[in-house]
């Protein structure tokens, strides 16, 4: 795997966990209110076997704009030895079904991202639209389920794209995550993640995922959301 591909991966990873359910790269069906707005911000390693690590970061505003509807703007960037590329994501959430108690919550979620490499201006590269579910599924714990469609540009391929989550509410503002994704020309992820509020507003939160490509790829996370 040559580093311009590795930092293709690497913004791809980061714009498909640029979004309100960090730090899993599953989607929730929650929508925030009109007015209501959220800032976040994150830093990534991915590392496959036996090849230099693309290392990056990510930072989001995303806020509710009413009809049920919230839009957010990402800017990513990564680095693997002397390469850079750089990445920007236009993405959304519409609420079908509004989630209330431990019933069922449904919701439509979308987006387009370009990546810039040295040298090039900014191309787009990716689009995706995600059918997102989330419902209580027991006293504490919370499930999440994703079924979509994204396209590359650069390789003219389109792909149905799949998740799966948990979460687990343990007390004092913390929670632990378990997920498996991904989609129907790879191998699938496999991820776990805590997240601990710290504040009412402010949450801070980590992950750890691999997947079972040859070579081997892991993918670790650390990054916090504050809400305005």
């Given at each position: 795997?040559?580093?311009?591909?590795?930092?293709?991966?690497?913004?791809?990873?980061?714009?498909?966990?640029?979004?309100?359910?960090?730090?899993?790269?599953?989607?929730?069906?929650?929508?925030?209110?009109?007015?209501?707005?959220?800032?976040?911000?994150?830093?990534?390693?991915?590392?496959?076997?036996?090849?230099?690590?693309?290392?990056?970061?990510?930072?989001?505003?995303a806020c509710g704009i009413g009809a049920n509807t919230q839009v957010a703007l990402a800017y990513s960037r990564a680095r693997s030895g002397d390469e850079?590329?750089?990445?920007?994501?236009?993405?959304?959430?519409?609420?079908?079904?509004?989630?209330?108690?431990?019933?069922?919550?449904?919701?439509?979620?979308?987006?387009?991202?370009?990546?810039?490499?040295?040298?090039?201006?900014?191309?787009?590269?990716?689009?995706?639209?995600?059918?997102?579910?989330?419902?209580?599924?027991?006293?504490?714990?919370?499930?999440?389920?994703?079924?979509?469609?994204?396209?590359?540009?650069?390789?003219?391929?389109?792909?149905?794209?799949?998740?799966?989550?948990?979460?687990?509410?343990?007390?004092?503002?913390?929670?632990?995550?378990?997920?498996?994704?991904?989609?129907?020309?790879?191998?699938?992820?496999?991820?776990?993640?805590?997240?601990?509020?710290?504040?009412?507003?402010?949450?801070?939160?980590?992950?750890?995922?691999?997947?079972?490509?040859?070579?081997?790829?892991?993918?670790?996370?650390?990054?916090?959301?504050?809400?305005?």
């Amino acid at each position: 795997m040559t580093r311009l591909p590795l930092l293709a991966t690497a913004l791809l990873a980061l714009a498909g966990t640029a979004h309100a359910a960090r730090p899993l790269a599953t989607e929730d069906a929650d929508v925030l209110d009109r007015g209501q707005c959220e800032a976040e911000g994150f830093y990534s390693h991915l590392k496959p076997a036996g090849v230099d690590a693309a290392k990056g970061w990510t930072l989001q505003g995303a806020c509710g704009i009413g009809a049920n509807t919230q839009v957010a703007l990402a800017y990513s960037r990564a680095r693997s030895g002397d390469e850079t590329a750089q990445g920007l994501l236009l993405g959304g959430k519409t609420g079908i079904i509004t989630r209330s108690g431990d019933g069922l919550g449904l919701a439509l979620a979308w987006g387009l991202a370009g990546v810039k490499s040295s040298g090039r201006s900014f191309e787009h590269e990716l689009s995706y639209l995600n059918l997102v579910a989330t419902r209580e599924i027991a006293p504490s714990w919370t499930g999440h389920a994703n079924l979509g469609w994204a396209r590359s540009e650069s390789a003219g391929l389109n792909s149905t794209t799949w998740n799966l989550a948990v979460e687990k509410a343990l007390g004092n503002g913390v929670d632990l995550m378990g997920e498996v994704y991904g989609d129907d020309r790879s191998d699938e992820w496999l991820g776990l993640g805590v997240r601990w509020a710290a504040s009412e507003k402010l949450s801070l939160n980590a992950s750890w995922a691999t997947q079972n490509e040859s070579p081997r790829v892991r993918l670790w996370t650390i990054g916090f959301k504050l809400a305005f």
